[in-house]
């Protein structure tokens, strides 16, 4: 049984804190569906105010929707659209404090407000996956949350690659 209590004072403990779970938590595990799964549900429960947390894969040259917490979200995103798509075309996270002002975005749940995404990069460079957090609060992520979850990206592109 895995029991992560993550209670932090402050976001850089937070994180820091939650990075190392996950460093742990896929640590010796091959399979990327199965690390993608385990960390979706612990960022999910680590996170306060998220209504969907999870990837999307690169599977030839597309995203395609893989494990997530959260209600069930549309499957295939081009790169270059929506914010999704902007992380996967640019490799540079995308942090929306107000996604109706966000050109192309895909609303795939209406109660979201604001999105968080960070590519995640493998050894050679290339695109392996975007991790995709949403908040039904307005500008929900700072740029605290953008180097956390920067630095989570760094864990799964080890795990992942
Ligand atoms: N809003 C995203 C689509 C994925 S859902 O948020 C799960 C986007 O604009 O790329």
Same mark, same amino acid.
Do not use: Q
């Given at each position: 049984m895995y029991d992560f209590? *993550?209670?932090?004072?402050?976001?850089?403990?937070?994180? /820091?804190d939650l990075a190392s779970?996950?460093? +742990?938590?896929? =640590? +010796?595990? !091959?399979?990327?569906?199965?690390n993608?799964?385990?960390?979706?549900?612990? *960022? &999910?429960?680590?996170?306060?105010?998220l209504n &969907? %947390?999870? #990837?999307?894969r690169n599977v030839g040259g597309e995203l395609v929707?893989? !494990?997530f917490q959260g209600r069930p979200a549309c499957i295939r995103i081009k790169f270059g659209d929506g914010v999704c798509g902007a992380a996967a075309a640019t490799l540079q996270a995308q942090r929306v404090d107000d996604v109706h002002a #966000?050109?192309?975005? *895909?609303? %795939?749940?209406?109660? @979201? /407000?604001?999105?968080?995404?960070?590519? *995640?990069?493998?050894g050679d460079g290339n695109l392996l996956?975007?991790?995709?957090?949403? @908040?039904?609060?307005?500008? /929900? #992520?700072?740029?605290?949350d953008e180097a956390g979850c920067v630095r989570l990206?760094?864990?799964? =592109? /080890?795990?992942?690659?």
């Open positions: 209590k *993550i209670a932090a004072a402050d976001k850089a403990t937070l994180y /820091r779970a996950l460093d +742990g938590l896929v =640590a +010796g595990e !091959p399979d990327p569906v199965a993608m799964a385990n960390a979706a549900a612990l *960022i &999910w429960e680590t996170l306060p105010d &969907w %947390c999870g #990837f999307y929707v893989g !494990p #966000f050109p192309g975005h *895909i609303a %795939c749940d209406a109660a @979201s /407000r604001s999105e968080l995404v960070v590519p *995640i990069v493998g996956a975007v991790l995709d957090l949403d @908040s039904p609060e307005p500008a /929900r #992520f700072d740029a605290e990206a760094e864990v799964l =592109a /080890r795990a992942l690659d």
